[in-house]
């Protein structure tokens, strides 16, 4: 068999991070590369199901049966994923299905509080396969009499596999009664749903400040659902809710190398291969993360031929491949090409920086101003942090910006409108600020008026080529920040292995969020690839595998408090229909201390 050239020079060990990678083996003989290279480890798959096959459906397996055979043999499968984040119980109503091998008794009764389940869903691939369940929300007297509305999961096989809730006689943000929501199916993975409302919604009686005396719970105003939730303007939709918050407090959907959605530059061996480094966020745009209720950003400014951009590069001192490639038949024209680029050693590959460019930030400051000016009352934090001059940094492990070139920097992001200007306390502790204090009002003088402008906070986190911190003294008043002044814990896992992952990072979670006035606690929900999959696999389907459990394992009885949850969650591979932006703004929404009515 011959290998092409151009899927294996993508053998890059980028750890989502600009480090340094020093000299080792890649692999410890010719029959492992040959191995990996033909058959790549799994990309890590979800904790609680089987390993899928690369032919989920079984197509390949049953080509040769009869098109009868294939349909009995032939399954969708999914799990439903149910999160309760409302003080109301779900009851089950009723329900049939037609052809559905698994449907009607995988429902549960109830739906506590708080609690989350998952429903495994099977059909048989037909195209009339059905299945509906009802569920009414049981708001009982806290509705002013009604005592609550169904809602409705179906299963559709025509032009499916499709699952979708219909909004019988409920409604919620975004969602009025009548109305129809359809998930993105998950093939043998979990599909999730949240519904939320604060908890004193469920309060009659109480005093204090979360009481709701003399008032009714309304679904249409006070439920969020999500898939659902309106992610461009969720943060305007909470408001009410959240202005009290701080940061500590509150919980923000992120994206990791937010600018890596495409490819605009880079050395050689990336070009060859951009899945190696771009993708973080699914080929979306930092704007389209935006509108798809992402509010955390990991921007990584690089120079490229003089021009500003996102960028991710790793250094690479000699990085080995093993010897005696040239004598494996169908190898001999690779190993020439590795010998190439080894600079005449063909046992040696990957000497100093390789990696990509991203979006240029030009294009980011256009993309940033259009959504703050369509949507006002949006937080937006942006983390600036790994900077590099890709003209200059030659062969130098340790190259970064200096602080002329910083100063060049900021200067060319005062074009973003809505900077957070209006924060000029020297040394601020940012995380101390309250969402009220964060989103300058609208009519400065109605200071508590629940309309407010959207607001940017720039985190600069990086040290100059002189080892010292970026100085933003020229900028204090501008809206940028030095990371000193945003306590936030922020340690990845390291590991392409999603339980252990999600061991590490609920660990760290546990250890430094013990009550809801810790340091904010960044949740880097993401997996490094290693080198052997850089072959075959690309960033995206870690970042697709990982979210897949987040909902699962993240709202699973007993892994948040209100004393213990994340104040950012950042992912790889952010889906644009708002799961991941619903499964992190339900914990503001559920789990965080309420405010006193405006």
């Known amino acids: 068999m011959r290998f092409p050239f151009k899927p294996l020079v993508a053998a890059l060990a980028f750890t989502g991070t600009t480090t340094v990678t020093t000299a080792a083996p890649l692999f410890d003989s010719v029959t492992t590369f040959i191995t990996h290279l033909t058959s790549p480890p799994n990309a890590a ?34 799990y439903l994923l149910l999160i309760n984040a409302t003080p109301f119980t779900l009851r089950k109503t009723g329900g049939h299905s037609y052809q559905m091998p698994v449907w009607d008794n995988s429902f549960p009764e109830t739906v506590n509080p708080g609690q989350s ?22 708001i009982g007297e806290h509705g002013g009499g009604n005592g609550g509305g169904e809602i409705e999961f179906q299963y559709r096989g025509r032009n499916g596999p499709k699952l979708q809730v219909e909004w019988k006689s409920l409604a919620a943000l975004g969602l009025p009664e009548g109305s129809i929501r359809v998930l993105d199916w998950h093939q043998e993975n979990n599909v999730p749903f949240v519904l939320g409302a604060a908890p004193s919604a469920g309060n009659s009686s109480t005093t204090g400040q979360t009481s709701r005396p003399g008032t009714k719970f ?20 909470a408001y009410s809710r ?30 060859a291969r951009p899945e190696s480094v771009q993708c973080h966020a699914s080929h979306m745009t930092v704007g389209k993360q935006l509108e798809a209720g992402a509010r955390w950003f990991d921007i990584r400014p690089v120079i490229a031929g003089g021009k500003w951009a996102t960028g991710h590069y790793t250094f690479f001192d000699g990085i080995k491949l093993p010897s005696g490639l040239d004598k494996i038949p169908g190898l001999g024209d690779l190993a020439k090409e590795i010998g190439k680029i080894g600079g005449g050693d063909k046992e040696k590959v990957l000497d100093g920086w390789q990696g990509g460019n991203g979006q240029l930030i030009a294009d980011i400051v256009r993309e940033v101003n259009d959504f703050t000016d369509k949507y006002p009352g949006e937080l937006v934090i942006i983390n600036l942090s790994h900077g590099l001059n890709t003209d200059t940094f030659s062969g130098n492990p340790k190259a970064r910006l200096t602080q002329q070139e910083w100063e060049n920097l900021m200067t060319e992001l005062l074009a973003v409108k809505n900077r957070a200007t209006h924060i000029t306390m020297e040394n601020i502790d940012l995380t101390y600020q ?21 607001s940017v906070l ?19 008043k501008e809206g940028f920040f030095f990371r000193g002044q945003l306590a936030i814990f922020d340690s990845y896992a390291n590991t392409n292995n999603l339980n252990n992952m999600i061991t590490d990072q609920f660990s760290k979670l546990s250890t430094h969020r013990t009550k809801a006035d810790d340091d904010m606690f ?17 960033i995206v389907k870690y970042g697709e595998d990982a979210n897949r459990a987040l909902g699962e394992k993240l709202w699973a009885n007993g892994a948040m408090s209100a004393q213990r949850f994340p104040n950012v969650v950042s992912v790889d591979a952010l889906d644009e229909d708002g799961e991941v932006a619903g499964l992190v703004a339900g914990i503001s929404w559920w789990l965080a201390r309420e405010c006193p009515a405006l």
């Open 45 to 78: 798959q979800h904790l609680d199901l089987t390993t899928p096959s690369t032919d989920p459906t079984g197509l390949n397996t049953l080509s040769s049966l009869s098109s009868s055979a294939k349909s009995v043999l032939q399954k969708n499968s999914a």
């Open 242 to 271: 959240m202005h009290c918050l701080t940061l500590r407090e509150m919980s923000l959907p992120g994206t990791h190398n937010s600018g890596m959605s495409l490819l605009t530059g880079g050395t050689a061996l990336v070009k």
């Open 117 to 138: 389940v998952r429903v495994k869903i099977e059909a048989k691939t037909h195209r009339d396969d059905a299945g509906e369940m009802r569920y009414l929300l049981d």
């Open 218 to 237: 309304d679904p249409a105003k006070e439920l969020v659902a999500s898939p659902g939730l309106p992610t461009t303007g969720w943060m305007k939709q």
């Open 522 to 538: 960044l949740l880097s929900w993401t997996l490094t690839q290693p080198v052997e999959t850089m072959i075959t696999g690309s």
């Open 434 to 454: 309250r969402l009220s204090n964060l989103l300058p009002p609208s009519d400065p003088s109605k200071p508590n008026d629940l309309s407010r402008k959207s």
């Open 458 to 476: 720039f985190v600069v986190d990086d040290i100059t080529t002189d080892n010292q911190h970026v100085n933003l003294s020229k900028f204090s």
